[in-house]
């Protein structure tokens, strides 16, 4: 077994980006947990996120000094274009909502470029792995703060945790597409840097059950059950499951009692009652979709068009959505650039599972199990909404490319 953080860790996919990240890309990544400042603009302040400033300074370095060109091929780089330019045309329509149209689009613009960089750019496991763990580490500060705080019951504590990467729930996704890699990475090394990997994967679990998310919980639970036999085939047996097993109860045994209660309490609330509110949203937001088949309500204001088919307090319609990634993307976008969207994040997951079936190792199996739990957790919720999570989505997405890339001539999927 070979030890090491970066991401080739078997003989049989050598590649030329073995060693540290290139191009210190983990800078751009690592921005995305600062968060990001109010810009006044036309009249209004948008929060413009400090990855933005570091990603434009990042590229044109890498442009006109290294002549790097990021890899704009592919079905998915060709069906975000469309679905960039539909936006455009649906923003034009829908121009009393034109600001929020270009703000989402530019998020979805900005994962773009992300994947077309990460497709060529090394990432170390290393470098995700600290990252996820910060965010974990952030995460357990803020509960530490906020918990003698005032809050109504245990949904209101969950309302309350924050970091500068989001709310709760919307962090729980984007820890869901590293928390496998890095027990992956546990696995695939060995000495001191396993240990490193090993807290860092504790670090990541322990922020996720301080978000209290359910739906993220319950996704990473199917999504492992789900790819128990590629699990098995990249060599998943006992004593891993039981490694895994003691690294999570050490997490549950030294986190606060309190938060584990919180957990328990909200679990048992959602196993006795559904959440009809978020029924009711999602129903309106096919409403919505019924309404403007062809170019949706326009991106980023299905919050308003909710609001004409229920009750919604004004200051909560700009946040609002479907929290569903197909009924949020084809109220917004419309039944063409909808599929096209949707057709992306299937690519995604086509690929995946393909690399991780032709070549079942630790790794790659754990990319697919990271990205099939983040789609699912998104079927309950609107992460993929938010820049941050594109962000990671995309790198992660094109690690993948890149495995891709590696696998030897007779091994590779067709596509």
């Given amino acids: 077994m070979i030890s090491s953080p970066t991401l080739l860790s078997d003989v049989a996919m050598k590649s030329p980006w073995w060693g540290k990240s290139r191009g210190r890309f983990w800078l751009?990544?690592?921005?995305?947990?600062?968060?990001?400042?109010?810009?006044?603009?036309?009249?209004?302040?948008?929060?413009?996120?400090?990855?933005?400033?570091?990603?434009?300074?990042?590229?044109?370095?890498?442009?006109?000094?290294?002549?790097?060109?990021?890899?704009?091929?592919?079905?998915i780089i060709?069906?975000?274009?469309?679905?960039?330019?539909?936006?455009?045309?649906?923003?034009?329509?829908?121009?009393q909502g034109l600001y929020k149209s270009m703000a989402a689009m530019k998020v979805l613009g900005c994962g773009l470029l992300v994947y077309a960089i990460a497709r060529k750019f090394r990432l170390g496991l290393l470098s995700l792995s600290l990252w996820g763990a910060t965010a974990g580490i952030l995460l357990l500060a803020n509960y530490q703060t906020i918990r003698y705080g005032e809050y109504e019951g245990e949904a209101g504590l969950k309302d309350v945790v924050e970091i500068a990467l989001g709310r709760s729930n919307y962090v729980a996704s984007i820890l869901l597409l590293l928390i496998p890699?890095?027990?992956?990475?546990?696995?695939l090394n060995k000495g001191k840097i396993r240990l490193v990997f090993a807290a860092c994967s504790m670090l990541m679990f322990a922020g996720l059950i301080a978000t209290m998310s359910r739906g993220a919980m319950l996704a990473i639970v199917v999504a492992t059950v789900l790819s128990l036999p590629l699990?098995?085939?990249?060599?998943?047996?006992?004593?891993?499951?039981?490694?895994?097993?003691?690294?999570?109860?050490?997490?549950?045994?030294?986190?606060p009692s309190d938060l584990l209660s919180a957990n328990a309490v909200l679990i048992a609330s959602r196993w006795e009652e559904s959440d009809l509110s978020r029924q009711e949203l999602m129903r309106a937001s096919w409403?919505?979709?019924?309404?403007?088949p062809v170019l949706g309500v326009g991106p980023g204001q299905?919050?308003?068009?909710?609001a004409s088919h229920m009750l919604v307090p004004e200051y909560d319609q700009q946040y609002m959505n479907a929290h569903n990634l197909v009924l949020?993307?084809?109220?917004?976008?419309?039944?063409?650039?909808?599929?096209?969207?949707l057709a992306m994040v299937g690519i995604v997951l086509y690929k995946a599972l393909s690399t991780a079936v032709a070549h079942p190792t630790a790794l790659d199996v754990a990319l697919w199990l990271a990205l099939l739990a983040a789609v699912i957790h998104n079927m309950v919720e609107a992460s993929f909404e938010g820049q941050q999570f594109q962000v990671v989505f995309w790198t992660v997405s094109g690690i993948v490319e890149m495995r891709r890339g590696c696998l030897p001539a007779t091994m590779k999927p067709n596509t």
């Avoid at 998943?236 to 030294?254: D, P, T, W």
């Fill in 28 to 75: 751009v990544i690592w921005s995305v947990l600062l968060g990001g400042a109010n810009v006044r603009f036309l009249g209004r302040e948008p929060v413009v996120l400090y990855f933005d400033f570091v990603l434009v300074i990042w590229l044109v370095y890498q442009v006109f000094w290294n002549g790097f060109l990021p890899s704009l091929s592919g079905w």
């Fill in 78 to 95: 060709k069906l975000g274009a469309f679905c960039l330019l539909s936006g455009t045309l649906s923003a034009i329509v829908h121009y």
């Fill in 181 to 187: 890699v890095g027990f992956a990475a546990v696995v």
């Fill in 231 to 255: 699990l098995y085939r990249a060599g998943l047996r006992v004593r891993h499951s039981m490694l895994v097993l003691a690294l999570g109860g050490a997490v549950v045994f030294l986190l």
């Fill in 287 to 292: 409403e919505c979709f019924k309404e403007n």
């Fill in 302 to 306: 299905l919050g308003n068009a909710i």
């Fill in 328 to 341: 949020n993307a084809l109220a917004e976008n419309g039944l063409l650039a909808g599929i096209a969207l």
